[in-house]
């Protein structure tokens, strides 16, 4: 039998994909006098735009930049800006994977974000028992879970993993999913 999808990529878009409105992009990526500072340590225009989008990326959505994913172009220019680079190196840094993982890790240790784990399913899946109470809107339910899962430092999961909160928390919570 088909699975049931209540949430799709389509419906999470504004908590996964940054949004492209000027403002929303200066407030979510406008490098500190620290995070320039880390960034100069970085050898090479295409390293150091790279390592920024990664960092920013980590704060805001929250999420890893994957292989092969590139940043919407008002937003890469934007932090290309303020380094003083050209977007275009955007290329050189994607080709090099294995440079993107090393930095992954970095930044994470650096700023305390946590890969996901079943622990945390569980735990959030706790957290929003109650609040499934009240709340009918599988992509009201996935934004508030999000939202915590920011505050709590872990990378946001696949999408098939938040819509497994909404249905665990409407089947524990109300007996069925509606």
Do not use: K, N
Not at 8 to 24: F, I, K, N, V
Not at 95 to 102: G, L, V
Not at 103 to 108: A, C, F, P, T, Y
């Amino acid at each position: 039998m088909a699975r049931r999808h209540l949430l799709t990529r389509e419906m999470l878009a504004g908590h996964y994909d940054p949004s492209l409105d000027e403002r929303e992009i200066a407030r979510h990526f406008t490098l500190t006098r620290d995070d320039l500072e880390l960034i100069a340590s970085r050898r090479g225009d295409a390293t150091r735009l790279g390592f920024a989008m990664l960092l920013l990326y980590l704060r805001w959505p929250g999420r890893v930049l994957e292989a092969g994913e590139a940043p919407p172009m008002p937003i890469l220019a934007f932090v290309a800006r303020q380094l003083e680079v050209s977007p275009a190196s955007w290329g050189d840094y994607a080709r090099r994977d294995e440079t993107r993982r090393t930095h992954l890790v970095d930044l994470s240790r650096r700023f305390g974000h946590l890969v996901f784990s079943r622990a945390d399913f569980h735990a959030l899946v706790a957290f929003a028992m109650p609040i499934a109470q009240t709340v009918t809107q599988p992509s009201r339910l996935a934004g508030i879970v999000i939202d915590e899962m920011r505050r709590r430092r872990l990378l946001l999961p696949p999408v098939t993993v938040v819509e497994g909160y909404r249905a665990t928390s409407a089947a524990a919570g109300r007996g069925s999913d509606p």
